[in-house]
Nanobody, 122 residues
């Protein structure tokens, strides 16, 4: 059973930065970041394949967020560097993994973390 655990959420002022991380101990073809505001649908943020390529960003993330991943001692860690944060970036951020071939954030993800809260104040 694959587990995903997110870290790095918190509260910052608008214009600030945060880095989220997510660790996984099982191979996946694709990993991604998603976010959700209460009362709204979950939306994609970015995705990346296991080789660190095929990176896709949602329009809301382009130019401000950077997704990356590394694999050290068989632990795959996914990152999301978030810069120039805006109040509208406030949301619960989720890490997700896809266990079958194919990689894009609008593809079905198979495993989800429990989320980490990001709050941006104006």
């Amino acid at each position: 059973q694959m587990n995903l655990v997110e870290h790095g959420g918190g509260s910052v002022e608008a214009g600030g930065s945060l880095t989220l991380s997510c660790s996984a101990t099982q191979y996946s073809y694709c990993m991604g970041w998603f976010r959700q505001v209460p009362g709204k649908e979950r939306e994609p943020v970015a995705s990346i394949d296991q080789g660190g390529g095929n990176i896709k960003y949602a329009d809301s993330a382009k130019g401000r967020f950077t997704i990356s991943q590394d694999n050290i001692s068989s632990v795959n860690t996914l990152y999301l560097q978030m810069d120039s944060l805006k109040p509208e970036d406030t949301a619960m951020y989720y890490c997700a993994a896809r266990l079958v071939p194919g990689c894009r954030y609008d593809y079905t993800m198979d495993v989800w973390g429990k989320g980490t809260l990001v709050t941006i104040s104006s």
